[in-house]
């Protein structure tokens, strides 16, 4: 049976800033939206562990947190070394050459194959002590039968862990937890299951497909799967995949008029250097990071390769358009893909 693992940073942000300023370390702190002598006006982006034991959460205004806690540090954030040192772990993995899925800023998995538990517990072992020799950060990693399996290990061997869950293990291991402890299960279909009766994971066992995907379509019979040992999710390998874009940070509080501007100055120069490339594109994607460190990334594709600008612009337009409402934004991105050279084309037609 083939084995997944999934590493997952821990408290990323925090850690980061523990790394570049050492005598942070232990304390409680925060990172903030707002520069460093402006601070109150801020909201808390995230916190270390310390921190969270005096309740403080991604989201509370720093004023707020300041009152819970009147020690507390306070370092705006750095998210260009943040992005730096998420490239440092990454290229740490990927450098073992299995096929990898980078699924956030700080988790990737990757697809062991046929390794045996024991190699592959040994394998983690030694990657877990490279990121922390080189880079400071300590990380947990799960082990199991599929990627979700995997993250489902990882996220409850947090933080500094390593397990491993193997084969038909797997049912035992999540059946007393949450259904919301799976990948995907968010608030919304929580409250649906509710109302059949479900809230454990295990209540799902046993229950009909059919019951599961009528009320919650596709993901009922992912539902349906995870539950009962089934689950074979794979790793999609996308750290290869050619790409153009840019990203920028907004001023906090943002405004939407601030994230429009950004937008067109963001289609602009991903335009401007497709053309340098002499490339055309099928594929765009927008990225929304909020200010909690959350991000969301919507994609579309077009049915032929182009290099308008306003297509472009029309495409990116609409995919950000669902991602505003939900929290205040931190930082956005556009980003071209499935990358094909010109080659005259756009001067043919
Ligand atoms: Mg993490």
Do not use: W
Request: proline share 4%; with cysteine.
């Amino acid at each position: 049976m083939p084995l997944f693992m999934l590493l997952d940073m821990d408290y990323f942000f925090a850690a980061c800033e523990e790394a570049r300023r050492p005598e942070l370390k232990g304390k409680p702190f925060v990172v903030g939206t707002s520069p460093e002598k402006d601070k109150l006006h801020g909201v808390v982006q995230t916190s270390n562990y310390v921190a969270r034991q005096f309740g403080i959460k991604s989201g509370m205004a720093v004023s707020k947190a300041v009152a819970l806690c009147p020690d507390l540090k306070y370092s705006e954030s750095h998210e260009d070394y943040y992005e730096e040192m998420s490239k440092r772990v990454m290229d740490i993995v990927r450098k073992y050459g299995f096929p990898m899925e980078i699924m956030s800023i700080d988790e990737c998995a990757l697809r062991l194959g046929e390794m045996g538990m024991e190699a592959a517990m040994r394998l983690s072992t030694e990657i877990k002590e490279k990121i922390r020799n080189e880079t400071l950060l300590t990380c947990t990693i799960g082990i199991s039968s599929s990627k979700i399996y995997a993250k489902m290990v990882c996220d409850s061997a947090k933080p500094d862990g390593l397990q491993g869950v193997e084969g038909s293990g797997i049912v035992s291991f999540i059946r007393s937890k949450e259904v919301s402890k799976i990948p995907g299960i968010g608030p919304k279909a929580e409250e649906e299951l509710r109302r059949i009766g479900i809230s454990k994971i295990e209540d799902a066992i046993g229950k009909s497909p059919m019951l599961l995907m009528d009320r919650l379509g596709s993901l009922g019979t992912f539902l349906y799967r995870v539950a009962n040992g089934l689950d074979e999710s794979d790793v999609e390998e996308n750290y290869q995949m050619l790409s153009i874009g840019r990203e920028t940070t907004l001023a906090y509080p943002p405004t939407k008029e601030s994230i429009m501007e950004a937008m067109e100055r963001l289609t602009d120069q991903t335009i401007s250097e497709v053309l340098k490339k002499k490339m055309m594109f099928r594929g765009v994607s927008v990225k929304v990071r909020y200010t909690d460190f959350t991000e969301k990334i919507r994609s579309t594709s077009i049915k032929n390769y182009t290099d308008s600008k306003e297509l472009l612009a029309k495409k990116a337009l609409t995919l950000i358009e669902g991602l505003l409402d939900a929290k205040p934004v931190r930082k956005i991105g556009v980003r071209v893909y499935m990358l094909s050279e010109a080659s005259g084309q756009s001067t043919l037609f």
